[in-house]
């Protein structure tokens, strides 16, 4: 196989790692931050082997995605796999404790399929721009429900 396109892409947000680690890795919440999902399905297993079934529009294109959880280690790590029709990624999601809150550290190996491996070095500035721009609505999504939250 081919050399993977590897990406990363980090942001600090106010939430403890818990909280943090705990809505992140619930794929449901996928769609409230991660933009592009217009679905996400929890089809099997809790933890290691876990099975998700998720829909998004990447570059207006409808994509059906599943991942795979392989490592999981609350609150600090998950490593999934997604497949799709045109890609397999390997994901690794870290959380750091940080003194204003969790640092959130999403990096991803892109395999491509075939005709698309040409253009994977024109992709990356545009897919590590992308992480960065859902990170920052992760933050704000977060930072709203930890607010509501601690209003109550």
């Not at 990356?124 to 930890?146: D, P, T, W």
Request: net charge positive; hydrophobic share 40%; with cysteine.
């Amino acid at each position: 196989m081919p050399n993977p396109l590897c990406i990363s892409a980090n942001e600090l947000v106010c939430t403890d790692q818990s909280t943090t680690f705990e809505y992140v890795c619930h794929f449901e919440n996928n769609r409230e931050w991660w933009l592009p999902v217009t679905h996400t399905q929890h089809l099997s297993g809790e933890g290691v082997g876990a099975i998700y079934e998720e829909h998004a529009k990447v570059a207006g294109i409808p994509m059906k995605m599943q991942l795979k959880v392989y490592h999981y280690n609350p609150p600090q790590q998950i490593k999934f796999t997604i497949t799709s029709a045109l890609m397999l990624s390997d994901m690794d999601y870290r959380f750091l404790v940080e003194s204003a809150g969790t640092r959130i550290i999403i990096s991803t190996a892109i395999n491509f399929k075939w005709f698309l491996r040409p253009f994977a070095p024109l992709m990356r500035s545009a897919l590590i721009k992308e992480a960065s721009q859902h990170l920052g609505v992760l933050k704000s999504v977060l930072a709203q429900k930890f607010s509501q939250a601690s209003n109550k």
